[in-house]
């Protein structure tokens, strides 16, 4: 299975794009203290889904039963919240989810024209 982070910056799946969109908190272990190192709760409106960024899995049924390869929406969101994943700098700011990156000590990242990325401020 290859990792969130590995996926090309030019494709963004129907899955990265609900990840960027839909309503999810990251919790990471600088506030639940159960958390290992690189392992993170996502809380959305159905359920939460323990991520484990080392291991790259995640306990919900699209990663247990699809396993897609870039990962599922946690996954991504992971990634994405905190800048392994760069946002494409094409996206529409404004449907990004406020939440993103929000409790979260790492910073999400948003590709600029030039082929870096900076800080993505919302």
């Known amino acids: 299975m290859s990792s969130a982070a590995d996926a090309p ?6 899955r ?8 999810m ?3 990471d272990d600088s506030l639940d203290h159960d958390l290992r190192d690189e392992e993170f709760l996502v809380v959305t409106p ?3 889904y323990r991520v484990d960024a080392i291991a790259d899995t995640c306990d919900c049924p ?6 897609p390869d870039e990962g ?3 996954r991504l969101r992971v990634a994405l919240a905190r800048g392994e994943r760069p946002i494409p700098g094409w996206v529409d700011r404004s449907a990004i989810d406020d939440q993103l990156g929000q409790h979260l000590a790492a910073s ?3 590709a600029t024209a030039d ?3 900076e800080v993505f401020d919302q």
Do not use: N, Y
Request: hydrophobic residues 30%.
């Open 108 to 110: 999400p990242r948003i």
């Open 16 to 23: 990265a794009a609900k990840a960027l969109t839909e309503s």
């Open 25 to 27: 908190t990251v919790i």
């Open 9 to 14: 910056t030019g494709e963004f799946s129907t």
């Open 72 to 74: 599922c929406k946690h």
């Open 46 to 48: 159905t359920g939460t």
């Open 62 to 67: 699209d990663a247990l039963h699809r396993a």
């Open 115 to 117: 082929g870096r990325t």
